[in-house]
């Protein structure tokens, strides 16, 4: 790095010790325009050419004079992503690429299609993940390293480049926790929220977390007008504890209590995801117990039937059940959106696809019936039902219908 370069460029941890321009704040891009001795005006034009254009080498910056582009190209890189598959859903509903970054860690990234025409990408935050949620594919795999900014902002370029339209939204929903990477999340934000970065606007951009607390308020005190979406999957901490171990940290009580706090700081809807587990989570109490928990917040359920995870002994409702779930908490007044997850095939679940590349290690769950005859009430023993039909093939993160 050269004197020019800003103290805050994000360096991945086994990358070249250059900035990667992907990575930078339009103030950042300036002070590097300045230090290599070129006007500040030739930020924005850098800014113009890595984030509006996409471009993949700064030889491809044409309107910048030859000379300033040897010296930027001395002093920063442009980091970019090897797509290594690109996967379609059978319904043209999502792609699903597996991208190697440089040190040859792979990520999910997914461009979902709507009917209404909105284009999202779905963007990982982490190579794995180290917060082994019982069902998630990732958690199974382990954590590898978090992404930098530049390689978060890669996965939303490279699932641009392949969108027929405006990319409208950007979910932090694919592998790994942003809040447990939260500095390059939030930088990660920032560029694809501003009009000099990709334009999507801080509005359209939503970060899912497991529900790390003290993230939650540092995130609630940035002023941003990103969308929380917290994975709760649980009414009772007894139940929470045996999908989501984070819980033992930060109890269902507190997580509502920063969730809370999220709403009053800045005026964002909540979301609350909740993944349906046959015969774990899935039952009328939990659905009755989950409307009485989110009751007079500003809030909206999203319930997403299991995707199930090969060596993960864990199955999706039938869909009936999940219409009276569904049901059970409109009771309450919450609004529910229960996600078609389309395209199995494309295995577009947290890191299935990722998991299916490589070994994960064994799955952290126990089944019911193993569990001590004195377990949590909410844990419901029974008989196998019959797995969710794959109507018209499965999953693809973000279809949202009504039950
Ligand atoms: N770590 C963050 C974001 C990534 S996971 C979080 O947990 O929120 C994004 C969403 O996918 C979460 O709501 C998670 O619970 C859900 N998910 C993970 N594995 C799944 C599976 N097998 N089927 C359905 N949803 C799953
Ligand atoms: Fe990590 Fe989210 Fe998967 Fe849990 S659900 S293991 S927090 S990626």
Redesign the pocket.
């Known amino acids: 790095m050269t004197a020019a370069a800003p103290a805050a460029a994000p360096l991945s941890a086994a990358g070249p010790a250059t900035p990667d321009l992907r990575g930078l704040l339009l103030p950042e891009l300036t002070d590097l325009a300045r230090g290599l001795g070129a006007p500040a005006y030739r930020g924005r034009q850098i800014a113009r050419w890595v984030y509006g254009r996409g471009v993949e080498d700064i030889s491809e910056m044409t309107d910048l004079p030859i000379t300033f582009r040897e010296r930027l190209g001395g002093a920063a890189r442009i980091g970019t992503l090897t797509v290594r598959r690109s996967t379609d859903a059978a319904d043209g509903s999502a792609t699903k690429l597996l991208a190697a970054c440089g040190d040859g860690q792979t990520v999910e990234c997914v461009l979902m299609r709507f009917d209404d025409g909105r284009r999202s990408a779905c963007v990982s935050t982490q190579a794995g993940?180290a917060?082994g949620?019982a069902?998630?594919?990732?958690g199974l795999g382990g954590f590898a390293r978090n992404l930098t900014a530049g390689e978060i902002i890669s996965q939303a370029l490279a699932i641009r480049a392949r969108a027929d339209r405006r990319l409208s939204n950007v979910v932090?929903?694919?592998?790994?926790?942003?809040l447990a990477n939260y500095e390059a999340t939030v930088r990660a934000a920032r560029i694809l929220a501003a009009p000099w970065g990709l334009g999507i606007g801080m509005r359209h951009l939503t970060i899912?977390?497991?529900g790390l607390v003290p993230q939650i308020r540092r995130l609630a005190g940035e002023g941003l007008q990103i969308t929380l979406?917290v994975?709760l999957?649980a009414p009772t901490d007894a139940l929470r504890r045996r999908l989501v171990p984070v819980t033992e940290r930060y109890p269902i009580a507190e997580l509502m209590a920063a969730c809370r706090d999220y709403l009053a700081a800045t005026g964002r809807r909540l979301t609350f995801?909740y993944?349906l587990i046959d015969g774990v989570n899935d039952g009328d109490a939990e659905g009755r117990a989950l409307g009485r928990l989110l009751r007079g917040l500003l809030c909206h359920v999203n319930v997403?039937p299991?995707?199930?995870?090969p060596g993960i002994p864990l199955r999706r409702p039938a869909v009936a059940r999940v219409r009276a779930f569904a049901r059970c908490v409109r009771a309450a007044g919450i609004p529910v959106t229960v996600r078609i997850?389309r395209g199995t095939e494309i295995q577009a679940?947290?890191?299935q696809l990722r998991l299916a590349d490589g070994s994960g290690r064994a799955s952290r769950w126990t089944p019911a019936d193993r569990l001590p005859a004195n377990s949590p009430a909410t844990v419901r023993s029974k008989p196998a039902r019959r797995a969710m039909p794959a109507a018209g093939g499965a999953p693809a993160?973000g279809r949202e219908g009504r039950a």
């Open positions: 993940c917060m949620c069902f998630c594919a990732t932090f929903m694919g592998m790994g926790e942003p899912s977390t497991v979406a994975s999957h995801e993944v997403i299991l995707n199930p995870v997850e679940a947290c890191g993160r």
